[in-house]
């Protein structure tokens, strides 16, 4: 399982302690892994990162950083910075499990807020990275745990292909981060990572899946989200493997793929829609969606569509939108009506519908 939360954080900051500690009597003093601070500089950003992430949690910042950091006191060693990471460590991993569903925080990349197993994410990222930065200037040779990488490339780094055939996760992420090589694959230079698309559609909101959470979803677990009596419908589980079958084959696409449909009442999913892929040469792409049964006949379905069709047609690279149903599905036809989708030719004894650019 590759979701992310409060004990991904510990473990990964549980790794950072041991790893260090096997060289808190060396010299800190030099630059840590070619960065512009020493490796004691380094550690207490690894510090300041998850306080940090955990202030924005607790702040609901949404428009900037929570105006504060953290600085050691004048005269830390190495064992009090380690310490200073354990107990930090701690502050963002209990606020990421007390954070309620559906709470978002200001972070720039890429659509300017993240939840919280997205701050977890990029929280366990930092200590990982930021320890084989210090860690090589200190001559340690150390690996943290491979599901733990594959889990921060699942969340965080949707847009590039998994670790390939015979590479590890651990060495992925090093060149998804610019600082190592992977055969096969041009270095990264600048990089950025993935926080979750989320689109507002009155009493729902449309919640982009992450790989992982999809993985999940596909082998009958929840995804992370919790779940209306019912659901997630069986549409839901086929949609998720499909996204965890396009990232396995480096084909997928953030934003261009499944979403959760949550209420924003109580915060339970009540169903899925999305995409089956990135638009194709024409600037086509094809929309899918259900709900659970006791979700249905509120409304939900067609105002998520409503919102993920404009929401699709603005961008650049769209022109028109298809979705097909059974025949014998009339409400699904119904919510496609009501929201100025038309009837095209029948495809593959389904009934097709479009809607495109004014």
């Known amino acids: 399982m590759l979701l992310m939360g409060g004990d991904r954080i510990d473990e990964a900051v549980a ?10 009597d060396r010299d800190w003093s030099g630059s840590a892994g070619g960065l512009d601070w020493d490796c004691l ?6 510090a300041g ?3 940090g992430y ?7 910042s949404a428009s900037g950083y929570v105006p504060f950091d953290i600085a050691f006191d004048e005269g830390t060693d190495p064992d009090g910075a380690i310490r200073v990471i354990e107990a930090s460590g701690g502050i963002l991993s209990s606020v990421v499990r007390t954070t309620a569903p559906g709470v978002r925080a200001y972070h720039p990349y890429p659509h300017g807020s993240a939840d919280a197993a997205g701050f977890a994410a990029m929280g366990v990222a930092e200590v990982l990275l930021h320890t084989y930065d210090i860690a090589r200037t200190l001559g340690i040779d150390a690996e943290p745990p491979a599901e733990l990488c594959e889990a921060v490339l699942a969340h965080l780094f949707p847009h590039l292909p998994p670790a390939p055939a015979g590479q590890t996760h651990w060495a992925a992420l090093l060149w998804a981060t610019g600082r190592g090589t992977l055969p096969g694959r041009d270095p990264v230079g600048r990089w950025r990572w993935h926080n979750t698309l989320t ?6 909101t449309l919640t982009e899946v992450t790989p992982a959470a999809a993985a999940d979803l596909a082998s009958g677990g929840a995804g992370g989200f919790t779940w209306i009596e019912g659901g997630p419908f069986d549409g839901t589980r086929v949609a998720a493997e499909m996204v965890t079958k396009a990232y396995a084959s480096g084909v997928h696409r953030p934003a261009w793929g499944m979403y959760a449909l949550v209420r924003a009442e109580d915060g339970l999913a009540v169903g899925g829609m999305g995409f089956h892929g990135a638009p194709d040469e024409e600037g086509c792409v094809e929309v899918g969606y259900d709900l659970a049964i006791a979700a249905r006949g509120r409304g939900y379905a067609t105002e998520a569509l409503r919102s993920l069709s404009q929401w699709a047609l603005a961008r650049p690279e769209v022109t028109s939108l298809l979705a097909r149903t059974d025949p014998t599905n009339a409400p699904s036809q119904s919510v496609l009506t009501r929201n100025g989708w038309t009837r095209l030719p029948d495809r593959d004894s389904t009934h097709a519908y479009g809607l495109r650019r004014a």
Not at 15 to 24: E, N, V
């Open 49 to 51: 990162c998850l306080v």
């Open 199 to 204: 689109i507002p559609a009155g009493p729902v």
């Open 15 to 24: 790794y950072a302690a041991k790893t260090l500690r096997t060289a808190k």
């Open 54 to 60: 955990a202030g924005q949690l607790t702040g609901r």
């Open 41 to 46: 500089a380094t550690a207490e950003h690894i």
